[in-house]
């Protein structure tokens, strides 16, 4: 089955600063990998996603990397805010609607 | 992006008392929906999974006996935690499917159990 990683499991960098969370999987036949945003006491939140035809994918500050060959994909925040605090979690799903979670990376961003 | 609804957002209940938590997908119809699990600081924990006119799917551990899942329509799935002890107090999540793949999580259910 898929194997999904995540690193780092704790992030903290300072108000303006570029956060970079990283997760592998292992199953190629994966083709659609969401990032979900989860603030305390809520329900993970999608916040973007991409699909295995695309290499990158960019919506306002937050960016998603794909590498296929690699098996290897990245969420980019730029210019961070303190509300971007929060656990955030990768994902990686097959046409069978199976979804398989990182450990989740939690984020501080320091005021 | 799609809504999907929890109710309630946290109940207190007694030992050996059932509970039933609803999710609903608002603007969008879900032929699948997912039931999690979460304990403090842990990721997500695949329960099981509904699909609308068809019993659920349990993945490996959960007793499907005591987690009744019903997937009534396309738009509401329900989960029963019956007889509920104290071991079973924890965060439940429930999401939506929709279609072609993008799935989309309610708020939470904060289930303690005294």
């Known amino acids: 089955g898929e194997n999904v990683e995540q690193h780092p499991s704790t992030l903290s960098v300072q108000e303006g600063d570029s956060a970079v969370i990283k997760c592998t999987y292992s199953d190629s036949a994966s083709n659609y990998f969401p990032w979900y945003k989860q603030e305390l006491g809520k329900g993970p939140q999608l916040i973007i996603d991409?699909?295995?035809?695309?290499g990158e994918k960019k919506d306002q500050r937050i960016a998603v990397t794909l590498n296929k060959t690699a098996k290897h994909f990245s969420l980019h925040i730029t210019e961070t805010q303190p509300e971007d605090s929060a656990v955030y979690f990768c994902a990686a799903s097959n046409t069978g609607n199976q979804f398989y979670f990182g450990t989740g990376t939690s984020l501080t961003v320091i005021p | 992006g799609a809504v999907v609804s929890q109710h309630p957002s946290r109940v207190i209940c007694k030992s050996g008392t059932s509970v039933k938590i609803e999710c609903r997908s608002l603007?969008?119809?879900?032929?699948?929906m997912f039931w999690y699990r979460q304990f403090p600081k842990q990721s997500l924990m695949l329960m099981a999974t509904s699909n609308e006119g068809s019993k659920a799917t349990y993945e490996q551990g959960v007793e499907k006996d005591k987690f009744l899942i019903n997937h009534a329509s396309l738009t509401l799935s329900t989960l029963t935690v019956t007889s509920a002890h104290p071991e079973d107090s924890s965060f439940y999540i429930c999401?939506?499917?929709?279609?072609?793949?993008?799935?989309?999580f309610g708020p939470g259910t904060r289930l303690l159990v005294l």
């Open positions: 991409i699909r295995s035809n695309v």
């Open positions: 999401s939506a499917i929709r279609d072609p793949q993008s799935q989309y």
């Open positions: 603007d969008f119809q879900a032929t699948t």
